[in-house]
């Protein structure tokens, strides 16, 4: 599963190394959908628990504390959502009673003073800070000797707007852990690129906070090696070898353009259709655009939630359908216009709406360019939908 991904997982064993040692390190794993933030996640959360060991550091054992973001949580729901995670983690445990009833303790202050701080004015949201910081710090205290500290991951962290300030909430409770002499709490957050402006236009300094650990696509020689893994696997369980020629190699590699669940898509659909023990050009093909074939699965995994549930207007489909054209290549402004005839107004409203929702990207450094994320997306969209279409298509082989 972590082919190409060694370096980042030696960097969260020394996360969570330098963290039970007294010296918290936080850090947020950024990248695109599809390139396996969450997968990272589970593995840190199953080598902090202590289910596996880790690459270079032994076992561990962190009490985790695993959040999840929707796109309406706001301040009070970040740390309502913490506090009650920290609740479960502490149940699970029946060695944790002490740590039980800290965060009992904050959650019944939550309780007895909700209309005060569901106001979010200045005041509320200290006292909201305070009282979960003060649940971290009992809690840690009662797990001494016990468990190696507290780590919490937020996945999703991109999904809030900035107004939910989730940078301010980072870098002030991180900070009253570390007055408090709390130094084995650690905080991770995973998201799309889209996370670090909304830390940055929350509190300023908040990114010194994370140390970053930016997932890039898998390079070629990475991409073979998850599929010769794969083929492995399928031997070592089905007890027979299928083989794979190089070009079908070469075609799985470039279709999922190097993001770790698109290779596993093609190439898991690329087997299904062999019925030769050789995977050839032809069955990633068919496994690739047959029905309910590759595309079809990551489309309604990845693409029709972009596409159709978050876009309610034909026109911002047009700018997309208009993109897709040119891959994941930038295009410039006048282009999307004239292929689309759109009227300036509308146009700047689609393009300012669709990179507010990480739907399509701007060039860094440049105005009136802008790119779909991956040409994944754009295939998908050339091939499975339709000027005129509303609702998500229906696959045909």
């Not at 009070?76 to 039980?100: C, D, P, Y």
């Not at 009833?101 to 106001?119: H, I, N, P, Q, S």
């Amino acid at each position: 599963m972590f082919s190409g991904r060694v370096e980042e997982l030696l960097s969260l064993d020394k996360i969570l190394f330098q963290t039970k040692n007294g010296n918290p390190q936080h850090f947020a794993i950024v990248g695109d959908r599809g390139i396996g933030k969450s997968s990272l996640l589970f593995y840190l959360d199953s080598v902090a628990k202590g289910s596996i060991e880790s690459l270079s550091a032994g076992t561990f054992r962190f009490l985790t504390v695993n959040v999840e973001f929707e796109p309406a949580t706001d301040y009070s729901e970040i740390v309502r959502k913490v506090g009650k995670a920290l609740q479960r983690g502490a149940a699970s445990v029946q060695t944790t009673k002490a740590v039980a009833t800290a965060v009992w303790d904050f959650l019944k202050r939550w309780e007895v003073a909700g209309v005060k701080y569901t106001t979010a004015q200045a005041s509320s949201k200290s006292e909201m800070l305070e009282d979960l910081a003060d649940a971290l710090i009992r809690s840690s205290e009662a797990l001494t000797g016990t468990f190696d500290g507290i780590l919490i991951l937020i996945d999703e962290a991109d999904k809030p707007d900035s107004t939910a300030h989730l940078g301010e909430f980072a870098k002030l409770l991180t900070e009253r852990l570390s007055k408090a002499g709390c130094n084995n709490v650690g905080l991770g957050l995973a998201g799309l690129p889209a996370l670090l402006p909304k830390l940055r236009r929350s509190h300023e300094s908040s990114l010194r906070v994370f140390e970053m650990l930016t997932l890039a696509p898998l390079l070629p020689d990475e991409r073979i090696a998850v599929i010769s893994k794969g083929l492995d696997a399928a031997e070592e369980r089905n007890g027979y070898r299928v083989t794979i020629e190089p070009a079908a190699e070469q075609l799985i590699s470039m279709l999922s353009e190097g993001y770790p669940h698109f290779i596993q898509q093609f190439a898991y659909c690329s087997f299904e259709a062999d019925t030769d023990n050789t995977i050839d050009v032809g069955d990633v093909s068919r496994g690739a655009f047959g029905e309910n074939g590759a595309f079809t699965q990551l489309g309604v995994k990845y693409f029709e939630g972009l596409y159709f549930d978050q876009i309610s207007s034909t026109e911002y489909r047009r700018v997309l359908r208009a993109m897709a054209q040119h891959g994941d290549g930038w295009v410039k402004r006048s282009a999307i216009q004239e292929a689309t005839g759109l009227k300036a107004s509308t146009l700047n409203n689609a393009l300012n709406a669709l990179k507010k929702r990480d739907i399509i990207q701007g060039k860094p450094g440049r105005t009136g360019e802008y790119r779909l994320p991956s040409n994944t997306f754009a295939v998908w969209i050339r091939g499975f939908t339709s000027d005129d279409a509303d609702q998500p298509p229906l696959a045909t082989d």
